[in-house]
């Protein structure tokens, strides 16, 4: 008898078996129905095995399914990514599944020839309807537009039976994308990387690079010319590009459009569902080459990736925590070696994993030392709030204002960074001191003035601004303290009446269509000042910015967080980084009450090594990443006492290892979110030891009731 080992995307650790019925052939990667309870899943073929005897407790497979097989090394890649990061391995199948979960678009309706005939009445028109026709199916749209007629023609032709209405699958044709359709000349540096990847991709095999550039050094168009290198020798090569956020897309679909001169594929949460299976079943066929996405276009059915972009590597949203908890930029290394490919990490600001592994060797190091033509980078000047504080109840210093007034004055352009959605960080009662908290999650209600109402930004939750206390009851007595965007957008609206002004936020800017529209304002120069979170502050290039104020540079510095002087050097360089991008030289200024903090004063310095080889000599002292390794297990439910006994089960049950510690538990950073408990208990390890093996043991030790939720995080992005 045959067994089929069926990954079905349930929380559950195996996959499961089934029989396959005599009739039915099955391999690896197959997508099957198969029944479980009283449903029909959807499920992938892990394996397919010969048993001895039969056994007749399992039910066999109901049916194999026309989609497209999921291909070996994307399912390869599946299984290694649940393990890796110890997640259920039919949850993580369930991502490489995804694009069709989603209906088939609606097939189009079109008109077509009905054999020979000819019509009755030949008109020039007519003629020129069929002329334009030809042997093709278009829609009756299309046909009146090419033929330039009226639809009425189009109309009679079919009501007398010469044309007819079909109805056609929607597939989506991606063109191929043309290497040599507008090549840019690249400067030597510019060339010798791309030389260098793409000698990688012709080999074949794994490799790894990071491409390591200043802002505007010119890396998107190094990689494109490496992609461009890699389909001229191997048209049928694919291509994936990662960038963190959606907002960035659409910069760099317009730059591959017009470098190729075919659109990319698109992948995020962006992209209609009916689309989402178009591009899925055209990756799947390898009628796609590249492909732009967020990180879940890792888990695309690739048959032939050659080569993965990283762009913007050391991004925080690359990694995502809810659900199945993953790390995109160390996952598309995962793919790269499974699949032979080549990965490309780029990065202005390399996360220091990466530069720890280029500097090991492990990585190409590829550098890009200056900007590309005349653009030079800006002046970054540190302005100290204690010398020039702004006045009460402002966020501007007076120097910072007097740039803003000269930029304005030069009819270039202004930008306002402060990494802080909303008017107002925290609102409390002048009367009795109480701050506005969510009502079960631990976070202040931040207040936005655009929809009038108090947000918490962990769980989405909001209510009107009350007119009373809730904890004393006092009318009228809530303030708004410290200053997010929109109002900081208010302070630069009333010093420049006359500036043009926006805001850039993920509450302004919702969406890709809505991001397009506010850059291509931006570029257009319809705006004087921009007031922007990190939505804003990365990637863009925005030819007539010449200013960029940062409100508060020592925003990211306060808080806990082990990576927070890595994170603010990051953004702050990418924040920075948009002034002065063309040919007029650009300014930054930062203003900060603690002006010899060691990030700010390399940031000013224009050091990034002085800042690297410090924090790299603190982790290291610490034995923290990239130095060591960490895991968080993460225990989670409403039943507070259920949590803490889990967590004491679990910390009773730690198996001996060496080279490794246990922490905790203790409460987790977020220690109540949507009313549930979070308790938290970390691990450091040194780089060899067997992490995922140690944490599959210990936690194989402990029974978690229903009530509690663990989720393991293996190398967490905050520590
Ligand atoms: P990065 O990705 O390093 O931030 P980009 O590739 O976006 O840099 O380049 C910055 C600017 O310089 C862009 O406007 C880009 O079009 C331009 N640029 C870069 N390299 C070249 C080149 N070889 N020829 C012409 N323009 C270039």
């Known amino acids: ?329 160390d996952l598309a290394v995962a793919r790269a070696r499974i699949e032979e490919a080549t990965v490309v990490l780029a990065s202005a600001t390399p996360s220091l994993e990466t530069l720890w592994n ?51 004055q030069a009819g270039e352009q202004v930008l306002l960074f402060l990494n802080r959605r909303g008017y107002a960080p925290v609102v409390l009662c002048r009367a009795c001191g109480h701050r506005l908290t969510a009502p079960d999650t631990d976070s202040w209600l931040v207040e936005h003035r655009y929809t009038g109402r108090l947000v918490c930004h962990l769980t989405g939750f909001s209510t009107p601004r009350p007119k009373h206390c809730p904890a004393c009851g006092a009318e009228d007595t809530l303030v708004s303290v410290g200053p997010g965007v929109e109002r900081v957008e208010e302070e630069a609206r009333s010093l420049f009446p006359d500036a043009r002004t926006a805001v850039f936020s993920s509450d302004t800017v919702p969406d890709a269509r809505a991001a397009r529209a506010l850059i291509q304002r931006m570029t257009d120069g319809e705006i004087d000042i921009l007031v922007a979170t990190q939505a804003a502050a990365k990637g863009h290039n925005f030819p007539r910015l010449t200013l960029v104020g940062v409100v508060d540079a020592d925003l990211g510095l306060r808080g806990g967080d082990l990576r927070a002087a890595e994170r603010t050097f990051q953004l702050l360089t990418q924040a920075t980084g948009r002034a002065g991008r063309a040919d007029r030289p650009g300014r930054a200024l930062l203003q900060t009450w603690t002006p010899d903090h060691p990030v700010l004063m390399a940031l000013a310095a224009g050091d990034r090594d002085a800042f690297i080889e410090a924090e790299m000599a603190e982790r290291e002292a610490a034995s923290l990443p990239p130095h060591g390794r960490l895991a968080a297990i993460i225990l989670s439910g409403e039943d507070a006492a259920a949590v803490e006994r889990v967590a004491g089960a679990l910390a009773a049950v730690i198996p001996n290892a060496e080279r490794l510690e246990v922490y905790g538990p203790a409460d987790a950073p977020l220690a109540l979110v949507r009313g549930r408990r979070r308790k938290r208990l970390l691990v450091r390890a040194d780089r060899d030891v067997d992490l995922q093996g140690f944490l599959r043991a210990w936690l194989s030790r402990v029974k978690v009731p229903g009530s509690v939720r663990l989720s393991v995080d293996v190398d967490p992005y905050s520590f």
């Open 1 to 329: 008898m045959k067994v089929a080992s069926v990954l079905i995307p349930l929380p559950v650790d195996e996959a499961f078996d089934y029989e396959v019925p005599e009739a039915m052939v099955l391999a690896r990667g197959d997508q099957v129905a198969v029944p479980l309870g009283p449903r029909l899943m959807r499920g992938v073929v892990a394996e397919v095995r010969e048993t001895t005897g039969s056994n007749r407790r399992l039910k066999a497979v109901e049916q194999r399914l026309t989609d497209p097989p999921v291909p070996g090394g994307t399912l390869d890649f599946v299984e290694w990514a649940a393990r890796w990061t110890l997640s259920p391995p039919g949850e993580m199948a369930a991502m490489a599944l995804k694009g069709l979960r989603n209906p088939a678009p609606r097939p189009e309706r079109r008109v077509r020839r009905v054999g020979e005939r000819q019509p009755a009445r030949p008109t020039a028109a007519r003629t020129t309807v069929l002329e334009a026709l030809g042997e093709r199916a278009m829609t009756a749209v299309d046909l009146a537009r090419a033929a330039g007629v009226s639809s009425g023609v189009v109309k009679g032709l079919i009501d007398e039976g010469v044309l007819e209405v079909v109805e056609i699958a929607a597939v989506a044709a991606f063109d191929p994308p043309n290497p040599d359709h507008r090549p840019a000349e690249l400067n030597p540096d510019q060339a010798a990387a791309a030389e260098s990847v793409s000698a990688a991709t012709a080999k074949g095999g794994y490799s790894a690079f990071l491409l390591d550039g200043v802002t505007g050094s010119g890396k998107t168009e190094a990689y494109l010319e490496a992609v461009a290198r890699t389909l001229r020798a191997d048209p049928t090569a694919q291509v994936l590009i990662l960038l963190p956020e959606i907002a960035l897309t659409q910069d760099l679909i317009v730059r591959i459009t017009t470098r190729f001169g075919a659109a990319p594929a698109e992948w995020h949460s962006g992209v209609a569902p009916p689309r989402r299976r178009q591009v899925w079943e055209a990756v799947a066929a390898g009628r796609c080459n590249i492909v732009v996405g967020a990180r879940s276009a890792l888990f695309l059915p690739f048959p032939k990736l050659r080569l993965l972009i990283v762009d913007e590597e050391h991004d925080g949203s690359f990694k995502q925590e809810d659900g199945l908890v993953y790390h995109g930029r």
């Open 358 to 408: 280029a500097r090991q060797g492990r990585y190409g190091w590829l550098k890009l030392g200056r900007r590309h033509g005349a653009a030079t980078l800006p002046d970054i000047r540190l302005l100290d709030l204690r010398e020039a504080p702004p006045e009460r109840d402002q966020w501007l210093s007076p120097p910072l204002k007097e740039a803003m007034a000269e930029t304005l």
